[in-house]
Every structure is written in C-alpha cells, then in structure tokens.
C-alpha cells in the first residue's frame, strides 16, 4: 500500500501532532508523517518530532515582517521539497491567505478547538463557558480561506459540566482531538472523502459520526 506523504504545521506543544504520528507508526494506516513543519524555532512539537525521527523544518514568520505571500512562498517550498500530498494544521497559528489555501483543494485540514461553526476565531473553551454551552467539542475540516469555516470532516463532543473551568474543558476536548484527528486525516489519506455542495461525502454518503469510526 503506497502511504500519502503528510506534513503537520505546529506554532507550538504539538500534542495532536503527536497524536498523528502515533496512528501513523501502524503500517496500516494510509498517511505516513514525513515532515514537522513549525513557524516557531522555539515550537515544543520539534523536540518530540525529532525524538521520533521525523524531519523538521522551521519557516519563521518573523523573518518576513508583514509579507505574508513571502511566507507562504518560503512554507509551499519546503512542502515542495519533501513531496507533500497532505498538510495538517495542528494549532499552526497563522491565517493562510486564498493563494496559499487554493493550491492544496481538498488536502489540507485543520483542527479547532469546538463544534463549529459556533465559536469560530480563539479562546473557545472560554466562550463556550461563557455562553452556558451544554455541549462543546472539536471539530477536523478542509480548509478553506475563510478561517474556521470549511467543510467538516469530523466531529466529536463533550459534555459540559457544573463547575468546569477553562482549563477543566480544554483537558477533556484536548483528548477528544487527539481521537478525531487521526480518523479525519485516515479518511483523506484514504481518498474516498469528496467534498458536494459544501459538505463531506464517503463514497457519496454523510460521514459516520466518530464513534462509529475505527480509532485512526
Ligand atoms: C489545539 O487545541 C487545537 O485544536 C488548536 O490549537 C491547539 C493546539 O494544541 N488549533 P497542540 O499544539 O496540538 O497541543
């Protein structure tokens, strides 16, 4: 089985990069994680990349004040250059502009700390809070140059609780992405996921909900 070559781009602790490099050391799985890609030298994801043995690559923003098309130029080079099929975002914390997000249709996925499209942007576990939300979640979906507003790959959710906390909340949705970014990144890698009017199809059907998922 030939494995689609996958990159992650991190800005920082890397733990659902972590969690895609764990499903990925089953040969089984249909995505191999060749390349760590992070925005930040001093990113925590880079250590445990490297002890795993995965080749890293650091395109700082910073070295290309406000020329984001610069950036993205430098980011689709390194991609390029390690014949990336598949990109991950996995808190990579920088708006990718039209040009960039149009050159990888329907390869490039992302995971928000919610069940969009409510609580699009940052802070999320906060404004759910805030909001008396009952349910919270994380969502993996195409992305698309609108931020936060892609189709939808997979879901999964949580419970609210009496007296929970930011801290609390994001502990237990943190362990929710870690199970759905695998299961999303396996049904790209898969090639069976199109995207009709807006919304992820397999094999012209509605996308099982995660518990029906294998686990990555
Ligand atoms: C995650 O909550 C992810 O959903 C968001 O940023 C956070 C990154 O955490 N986009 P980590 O670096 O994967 O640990």
Redesign the pocket.
């Known amino acids: 089985m030939s494995r689609r070559r996958v990159a992650v781009l991190?800005?920082?602790?890397?733990?659902?990069?972590a969690a895609l490099i764990e499903a990925a050391k089953d040969k089984n799985y249909p995505a191999e994680i060749v390349l760590i890609v992070s925005n930040r030298p001093d990113a925590g994801?880079l250590s445990i990349a490297r002890a795993a043995g995965i080749a890293t690559e650091t395109v700082d923003h910073t070295n290309f004040g406000k020329d984001r098309a610069a950036f993205e130029r430098a980011l689709q080079a390194v991609l390029e250059k390690y014949k990336i099929e598949i990109v991950c975002?996995?808190?990579f914390m920088r708006l990718l502009t039209a040009d960039f997000v149009n050159k990888w249709p329907e390869r490039l996925i992302?995971?928000?700390?919610a069940l969009l499209p409510a609580f699009k942007g940052l802070d999320t576990h906060k404004r759910a809070l805030d909001a008396g939300a009952k349910i919270h979640g994380?969502t993996v979906h195409f992305v698309v140059p609108e931020m936060d507003s892609g189709p939808i790959i997979v879901q999964g959710a949580v419970k609210v609780r009496p007296g929970d906390s930011e801290e609390t909340l994001?502990k237990r949705?943190?362990a929710v992405?870690h199970h759905i970014y695998p299961q999303a990144l396996k049904l790209v890698a898969e090639g069976r996921l199109h995207v009709e009017n807006g919304r992820c199809l397999i094999d012209g059907l509605p996308v099982p909900d995660a518990s029906e998922l294998s686990p990555g």
């Open positions: 991190i800005s920082g602790r890397g733990s659902n990069m994801g975002l996995a808190g992302n995971i928000h700390p994380a994001s949705v943190l992405e």
